[in-house]
């Protein structure tokens, strides 16, 4: 069965101060990995495709990167508008359907 | 371009009624998903429709969740019978390829 688990279930960081988020994720024959950014009371706001090993993709202050059993989504000097819940999610060779690990509540304090 | 829109966004109803919820999906996309985001779980799959292919319902949690696609574009999603622990925002989603892109959801609340 596909599983995505993240973590932390929270983390609350200082404006500027960088970190990571993990999503490690056990799917058969994964053809791709996806972040997602969900504000409260929105729908999930898709950030990254990620399709394989050593691939990496960035957006602003958001950089995805790869491995074979997990992603991590680092957060370099964030800021205030970045708090969100981040969401990962991995799709198998023979499915359509996201599984979706259970997000990262991020808070950033100005 | 026009997101994914969903009606309606709020909806209260009471135990045992029907209800349905609206997905207008992006223009072009072929794809349309339907899933569940409970208070503190993550989202859980529906049914998925593929263009003119038989629906993928694999994720439905019983009979009395149905849902259709009209003309390869708008769905709906059909409760009958609601009961309390129906109560969750559903949310849409569609793809041309492989990224999936959201609607704002519905918030049900069953009472």
């Known amino acids: 069965e596909d599983q995505v688990t993240q973590s932390p279930e929270a983390l609350r960081l200082q404006e500027g101060e960088s970190s990571s988020l993990n999503c490690s994720y056990t799917?058969?024959?994964?053809?791709?990995l996806f972040w997602y950014r969900q504000d409260p009371g929105k729908g999930p706001e898709f950030l990254f495709t990620?399709?394989?090993a050593g691939e990496e993709k960035e957006k602003e202050r958001l950089k995805a990167t790869l491995t074979k059993k997990e992603s991590f989504l680092h957060i370099t000097a964030p800021k205030p508008e970045d708090s969100a819940t981040y969401l990962c999610?991995?799709?198998?060779?023979?499915?359509?359907?996201?599984?979706f690990g259970s997000g990262t509540q991020l808070t950033v304090l100005p | 371009g026009a997101g994914v829109s969903q009606s309606p966004s709020n909806k209260v109803t009471e135990k045992g009624k029907d209800v349905e919820l609206r997905c207008d999906p992006i223009?072009?996309?072929?794809?349309l998903y339907w899933y569940r985001q409970s208070l503190g779980q993550g989202l859980e799959f529906l049914i998925y429709?593929?263009?003119?292919?038989?629906?993928?319902k694999s994720g439905l949690p019983s009979d009395r969740f149905s849902a259709e696609r009209t003309g390869g574009s708008v769905s709906t999603l059909t409760i009958q019978r609601t009961q309390q622990e129906d109560s969750a925002v559903y949310l849409c989603?569609?793809?041309?390829?492989?990224?999936?892109?959201f609607g704002p959801g519905t918030r049900l609340t069953v009472t």
């Open positions: 989603a569609s793809s041309l390829q492989n990224e999936q892109y």
């Open positions: 799917v058969s024959g994964l053809r791709g």
């Open positions: 990620l399709y394989s």
């Open positions: 999610a991995g799709i198998s060779g023979s499915a359509r359907q996201l599984t």
């Open positions: 223009s072009g996309h072929t794809a």
């Open positions: 429709f593929q263009g003119n292919s038989a629906p993928d």
